[in-house]
């Protein structure tokens, strides 16, 4: 999926609007609005959060305070689709590796297995840049919270899961500097992820 219709020769350097959309709910339904008018506090915003990384550091919403980001779900032991979702991740991270105002954010789903330590090994095996790309892990109820509830990750609309339901998907999710969704990507696709680079460039140009 993503959040605009993406062809090859549009989405390796620009996207096709000028200013993104804003999504407040999980059918990722595209809301266009003037970033200067009022109702842009009221949509939806991630809320605060405090999770731990692969350094053993406090990572809350201060730490993204004034930042984009970009935000999946993953664990280190995965064989499926995860290590193709870190190989696209770190495209992300070298396109935006000296560029401070850019981050990434990738949740453990297995937060009992993958602690900071296990984080730590699996980020030096992936040439993850500390500072740049955090690992976390948590209180598995507030990791599942955000993905299912607060980043929309999950397609299964109209479906009631709790954190006994494993979570599991290959969406990237953009989020601008003041905690608002601004777009979804699959991970595995070379093409959307071309498409998250340059919405990336749009959105810090907004």
Request: a negative charge; charged letters at 25%.
């Amino acid at each position: 999926m993503c959040s605009i219709s993406c062809t090859e020769s549009t989405a390796k350097t620009t996207s096709r609007v000028a200013q993104l959309p804003y999504y407040t709910e999980a059918s990722f339904t595209p809301q266009w609005l003037d970033p200067s008018v009022d109702t842009i506090a009221q949509i939806h915003t991630v809320p605060a959060f405090n999770l731990t990384n692969q350094n053993n550091e406090a990572i809350t919403e201060a730490t993204v305070a004034g930042k984009i980001y970009v935000t999946d779900f993953f664990f280190t032991f995965c064989t499926g689709i995860c290590p193709k979702m870190t190989d696209n991740m770190k495209l992300v991270q070298d396109a935006f590796k000296d560029d401070p105002n850019v981050l990434l954010l990738s949740h453990s789903v297995t937060p009992e297995h993958d602690t900071p330590e296990i984080l730590k090994e699996f980020a030096e095996a992936k040439d993850v840049i500390d500072g740049k790309w955090h690992l976390v892990t948590g209180p598995r109820n507030e990791i599942y919270d955000l993905g299912r509830n607060q980043y929309f990750v999950e397609e299964d609309l109209g479906l009631d899961k709790t954190e006994a339901d494993f979570l599991h998907t290959e969406n990237f999710i953009l989020v601008d500097s003041n905690r608002h969704i601004r777009g979804i990507y699959n991970g595995l696709n070379k093409v959307s992820i071309a498409q998250l680079i340059a919405d990336i460039k749009t959105l810090k140009a907004e």
